[in-house]
C-alpha cells in the first residue's frame, strides 16, 4: 500500500497558515491509498488542476498532473478520460475556476455523465487574487470587487449539477479529512459524472471556519437515489445562510451509460493509439 508520506512533493507549500486546502491534501493522499485497496495503483491516477489556489495541490503530490488554464479543468479532463478511459480521473478547481468560467464545461460534463471527478474547492471567494466576490459568496460579502456588500444571491451548484444529470453528487468540509476522505472515494469509484462540492476555508479573504464549524452535520435520514429528496435536501441550506448544512451523499444514479464508455467502445493499446494519431497527422499535411 502507498504510504501517503511518500506522495509529498519537494515543493515547497505556499499555502496560508490555515488554509482548507491543507485539509483537501489530506484527504486526497488518503484516498490514494484507499483506491490502491480498490486495485486502482497511483499510476492510473490523474489529477487535472485549474487556476487558483486550489492548483497548487497537483504540486505537493507526486502523482500524474495536467495545469489547464482557468475554466477549462473539465474539459481537459474528459479529454483524458476518452484518450484513455482505463485512467481514474480528478479534476480540481476553485468556486471562480470552476462555478464561474468553467461553469458550462461543468454542467455539459455533467450532462454526458463523463466518468471523471469533479472536486471544487469551494471558499467563496477569488483567493488567489485577493479577495473579488466569486459565484458562492454570501448576499452581503465586501469582496475587493463588491466593497459595498455582494448584491447577488450565491449560486447553488449541487442543484446545478443535478439539473444537468450528474449521476453523483456531494458536499463535504474541508475540515475532517477522514470523513473527506470516504466522500471522495466513494465519488472516485462511482461509474459516472461526479461532484463533491468542499467547503474549504480561506482564511486570509474569507475566515469561515467558525460559521461551517457552528453548522455542519452528517445527511441522515435521506434516500440518495432519490431526485426528489435530493433536491428537496440541496436547497435547505444556501451559502452564508443560517441554518444546518448537510454534509453528504445527495445523489447516486448507478444505472446509467457514461459518456465515455459510449464514446470508447474498446480500449485501445499504445500502438493503435500512435498510429491513429500519425495518421491524423498526415492528412494536416
Known amino acids: 500500500m502507498t504510504d501517503p508520506v511518500q506522495l509529498d512533493s519537494s515543493a515547497q507549500n505556499t499555502w496560508c497558515p490555515g488554509c482548507g486546502n491543507f485539509g483537501i491534501l489530506t ?26 489556489c486550489h492548483a497548487k495541490i497537483v504540486d505537493y503530490l507526486q502523482l500524474n498532473t495536467f ?7 473539465v474539459p481537459v479532463a474528459t479529454g483524458i478520460k476518452l484518450a484513455n478511459p482505463e485512467l481514474t480521473v480528478i479534476a480540481h478547481m476553485g468556486d471562480g475556476d470552476g462555478y464561474g468560467e468553467g461553469l458550462e464545461h461543468l454542467l455539459f460534463a455533467a450532462k454526458r455523465n463523463v466518468d471523471i471527478t469533479a472536486v471544487v474547492h469551494n471558499n467563496g471567494v477569488y483567493a488567489l487574487t485577493t479577495g473579488q466576490t466569486s459565484p458562492t459568496s454570501r448576499l452581503g460579502f465586501p469582496g475587493r470587487s463588491t466593497p459595498g456588500g455582494n448584491a447577488e444571491r450565491p449560486m447553488n451548484p449541487l442543484e446545478l449539477a443535478l439539473a444537468a444529470g450528474a449521476t453523483f453528487v456531494a458536499r463535504d468540509y474541508s475540515r475532517g479529512a477522514d470523513r473527506l476522505k470516504g466522500t471522495l472515494r466513494r465519488a472516485v469509484l462511482h461509474r459516472g459524472f461526479s461532484l463533491v462540492d468542499v467547503l474549504q476555508v480561506c482564511m486570509t479573504f474569507n475566515n469561515l471556519y467558525q460559521y461551517y464549524n457552528e453548522r455542519v452535520a452528517e445527511l441522515e435520514e435521506h ?48 500502438g493503435e493509439r500512435e498510429a491513429a494519431i500519425a495518421k491524423i497527422l498526415a492528412r494536416r499535411v
Do not use: C
Not at 486526497?28 to 487558483?52: D, M
Not at 495545469?67 to 479543468?73: C, L, N, S
Not at 426528489?228 to 448537510?246: F, K, L, P, S
Open 67 to 73: 495545469y489547464a488554464i482557468h475554466g477549462r479543468t
Open 223 to 270: 434516500n440518495e437515489e432519490s431526485r426528489t429528496d435530493a433536491q428537496a435536501r440541496m436547497t435547505e441550506w444556501t451559502y452564508g445562510g443560517d441554518g444546518r448544512i448537510a454534509l453528504g451523499v445527495f445523489y447516486r444514479d448507478e444505472r446509467t451509460e457514461t459518456f465515455d464508455g459510449h464514446v470508447v467502445r474498446k480500449p485501445v493499446g499504445v
Open 27 to 52: 484527504a486526497v493522499k488518503g484516498l490514494v491509498a484507499a483506491l490502491e485497496e480498490e486495485g486502482i495503483t497511483r499510476e492510473r491516477i490523474v489529477l487535472v488542476s485549474g487556476i487558483g
